[in-house]
């Protein structure tokens, strides 16, 4: 077990001696964990290829670290706590023991319908237990997991599974999510029809909806699982073999395969879980992102487990049935330590305190935000009454592609700052640098954050595509990461996250990629071309403003702008619709035919009096109607 810091003086300590021997530092680090073999080496790395392998040659199964290490010690403890989506159906908790149990289980189906070491495994459910069960499964006999958010359409489930090449699709019937009842398994056929890779689907009952089962390919859960033994004995892996892929957006129009891998993973994972919320026996820790995202991967299955950690998995969403679920589900089960993202905190401070009031938080001890910028103002509304000022916030960033948390307070230890994700855990090496590249010395500067040095859960691949890897985070700087995030380090070297510098935005805490929502737009046959950019939204953090070119005016502007809606529900799914759409003559092009986004972007966030200078675009005068049209209130 990995221990914890217990003062500030202590990780500045650690801070610098992972600086200086990295290589020592880490392997002390990794010793803690069951390994089958021990590593030959800690570390090799070159960012220009880029290659880097941690604790190359050892040999271990993760799902030992998070199962089979604490049954002697914690076999009877609380692992997971499940909290349905409707608050009047009965909990379910998951011991140690019985989650080991399960996953031994249910990894003896997947055995049985095909699945071997290395193949691919697409799980695309709502947030009940089987969603983890089924994630460590995979791990357990070093099956790659690619877990998609279930709010993703058939289309952008297809392409992730035809990405993946996926043998076998994990689902349920449907889902619950608030009021909603959503067909799952409905978009899986339609996904299935254009992904011949998959040979079994997998079904959870949830919902006991009426599906379709074709027969040879479809085969129930609960069925599945009859008299199938709860032992399995986990697959040996290198340090260095794919653990998941999960998929993310990026600058261009296709998502990216992120791949982690299995030892620096999980090192890395529980390392920073511990440090940074300071978690400790008796915890109970409420991580609310879903599975399907990064978040969810880490600090809801991985890192808690690891670190031996009772959590609550939650299936429904914040305003179910009232804006107080989050509140009355802190007091029910007496959590210690809860993580949210912004945007869920934004539309919570905006439904009023009569939400908060009638609950007991006073179990509460520290209080973590992720996925975008927390604005001032959703700070101190978390911290004065959700926190009652007496809960460390942990500002966490990181990154799909980081796999765990870089910057951030550690609670009760780093000294915060409303705003800022304040210092880097140890092991972890910011630099800021400017557009050519060259470092940013000293405090109070601004630049793109960088990284120089590899950290154990660092992105190894894009799945089937390396170089596009190189591409996207090791070339922009020659020698260093790129995040794609800006970032300022204040006169007290703290730093604080600016946002996306490339084209990507970050809707209610989740990234999408421009371009992939306007290949969506241009797929409606009434449109030409579109440009897509975000703006402030006061809930989501960004919204998403689409300006059209159509060249099909047959029919009026409120039913094109559902049709397209609808479009992108279709191709993507509800995440990715515009909240506006401005229709125009033309975008402001240069010469040479780039879509100049600043000016869209200014005009997007009603600042419209100084544009810059236009003189290099092709046809100045679409500026004018572009601001035009923005003075008009938009609806959608
Ligand atoms: C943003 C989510 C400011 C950032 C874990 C990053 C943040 C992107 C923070 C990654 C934070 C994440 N403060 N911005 N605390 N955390 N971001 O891959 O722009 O879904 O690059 O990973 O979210 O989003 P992703």
Redesign the pocket.
């Known amino acids: 077990m990995i221990k914890k810091f217990d003062s500030f003086d202590e990780y500045q300590k650690a801070y610098d001696k992972s600086v200086a021997d990295p290589e020592g530092f880490w392997a002390e680090k990794a010793s803690g964990f069951n390994w089958k073999k021990k590593w030959d080496k800690v570390l090799e790395w070159n960012f220009d290829e880029p290659k880097v392998e941690w604790f190359k040659g050892g040999k271990l199964n993760i799902t030992e670290n998070c199962l089979d290490r604490h049954l002697a010690t914690r076999g009877d403890q609380v692992a997971f706590i499940w909290e349905p989506n409707d608050p009047s159906e009965a909990n379910k908790s998951l011991t140690y023991k019985e989650l080991h149990a399960e996953v031994c289980r249910f990894a003896n189906v997947l055995k049985k319908n095909g699945v071997k070491k290395g193949d691919r495994v697409c799980l695309y459910m709502p947030m009940i237990p089987e969603l983890a069960i089924a994630v460590l499964a995979c791990a357990r006999l070093g099956a790659v997991h690619s877990v998609v958010f279930a709010g993703f359409s058939a289309s952008a489930l297809s392409d992730r599974i035809n990405d993946a090449k996926a043998k076998v699709v994990l689902t349920s019937d449907g889902a619950y999510r608030g009021n909603k009842n959503i067909p799952v398994k409905a978009v899986v056929d339609e996904a299935v029809k254009t992904a011949s890779c998959v040979e079994k689907v997998i079904v959870a009952k949830r919902t006991g909806e009426n599906v379709t089962m074709k027969d040879g390919l479809d085969v129930w859960w609960h069925e599945e699982t009859k008299g199938i033994s709860a032992e399995c004995e986990a697959e040996s892996m290198d340090s260095e073999d794919m653990l998941f892929i999960l998929y ?1 957006s990026g600058s261009t129009g296709q998502p990216k395969g992120v791949v982690h891998t299995t030892g620096g993973y999980m090192v890395y994972a529980e390392y920073s879980f511990r440090n940074v919320f300071q978690i400790g026996d008796g915890d109970v820790y409420w991580c609310t992102a879903d599975i399907g ?3 969810g991967h880490t600090y809801l299955v991985y890192a808690p487990l690891l670190a031996g950690t009772t959590s609550v998995i939650f299936e429904g969403v914040p305003t179910f049935p009232d804006a107080g679920r989050f509140w009355a589900g802190i007091q029910k089960h007496k959590v210690t330590h809860f993580y949210t993202a912004p945007t869920a905190i934004r539309s919570l401070m905006a439904s009023g305190l009569d939400f908060v009031k009638p609950y007991d938080l006073s179990s509460l001890k520290v209080l973590g ?6 604005n001032e103002e959703a700070w101190h509304w978390y911290n004065d009454n959700i926190g009652n000022k007496n809960c460390p916030i942990v ?8 796999g765990g948390i870089l ?2 307070p550690l609670a009760g230890i780093t000294p915060l700052k409303p705003t800022c ?1 304040t210092l880097p855990l140890p092991g972890v090496q910011p630099v800021l640098v400017d557009s050519e590249g060259n470092e940013l010395k000293g405090n109070d500067v601004e630049g793109n954050l960088c990284m120089k040095y590899p950290w154990p859960s660092i992105i190894r691949t894009l799945y089937g595509d390396h170089e596009r890897c190189r591409q996207t985070y090791f070339s922009t700087y020659k020698g260093l990461y790129f ?3 800006g970032c300022k380090r204040d006169h007290d070297g703290y730093y604080r ?1 600016l ?2 510098v490339d084209d ?1 935005i ?1 809707v209610s ?3 999408m990629g421009t371009a992939e929502v306007e290949n969506a737009i241009n797929e409606h046959s009434a449109v030409i071309e579109s440009a897509v950019v975000g703006y402030p939204h006061d809930i989501k953090g960004q919204g998403i403003y689409a300006y059209v070119i159509l060249e099909d005016f047959s029919k009026t502007e409120d039913v094109l702008r559902k049709e397209i809606l609808d479009v992108v529900t279709k191709i993507i799914g509800p995440i990715a619709k515009p909240d506006k759409i401005q229709f125009v003559k033309g975008l402001p092009k240069t010469r040479s035919g780039k879509i100049m986004r600043r000016i869209l972007r200014k005009v997007a966030e009603g600042d419209v009096s100084n544009l810059g200078d236009t003189s290099t675009l092709l046809d100045p005068s679409v500026v004018d109607d572009i601001k035009g049209g923005a003075l008009v209130p938009l609806k959608v």
């Open positions: 993310t995202w990064i978040t935000s992720v996925g975008e910028p927390i500002d966490t960033w990181w990154q799909t592609e980081t910057i951030s994700a995040t794609g995030d996250i946002g996306r990507v970050n805490g989740h990234r």
